[in-house]
């Protein structure tokens, strides 16, 4: 069994920061790929920043530049930087993950979501 568990959301004013992270624990083999999503009430899950085993990164156009993804791998635990945040980017973000179980399944896991409110 893999779990991904979020922490870090909050409430910020525009303009702040949140940090934002992902513990994955469990059954796991390798993290081929983690990403973080958001999901805004009425409005689809989108990607927000992705992180390959590679080191590739991926960033919505919208976020580049104000957010990055980091990762610390003793820790099997990844990180979303998020500066200048804008009241439009609240959103309950989801960390994701496409793991590798010890039983050599490839498998695509979601935390639970953490509330991220952007507002004065």
Known sequence: QV????????????GGSL???CA????????NAMGW???APG?????VA?????????YAESVKGRF???????????????????PEEAALYYCNGLITTTRGEVREYWGQGTQVTVSS
Do not use: C, H, W
Not at 4 to 13: C, I, K, Q, T, W
Not at 43 to 47: S, T
């Open 37 to 39: 999503y958001r999901q």
């Open 3 to 14: 779990r991904l568990v979020e922490s870090g959301g909050g409430l910020v004013r525009p």
């Open 19 to 21: 940090r934002l992270s």
């Open 50 to 58: 992705r992180y390959t085993a590679t080191g590739s990164k991926t």
């Open 24 to 31: 994955a624990s469990g059954s796991m083999s390798t993290i």
């Open 68 to 86: 990055t993804i980091a990762r610390d791998n003793a820790k099997n635990t990844f990180y979303l930087q998020m500066t200048s945040l804008k």
């Open 43 to 47: 409005r689809e899950r989108e990607l």
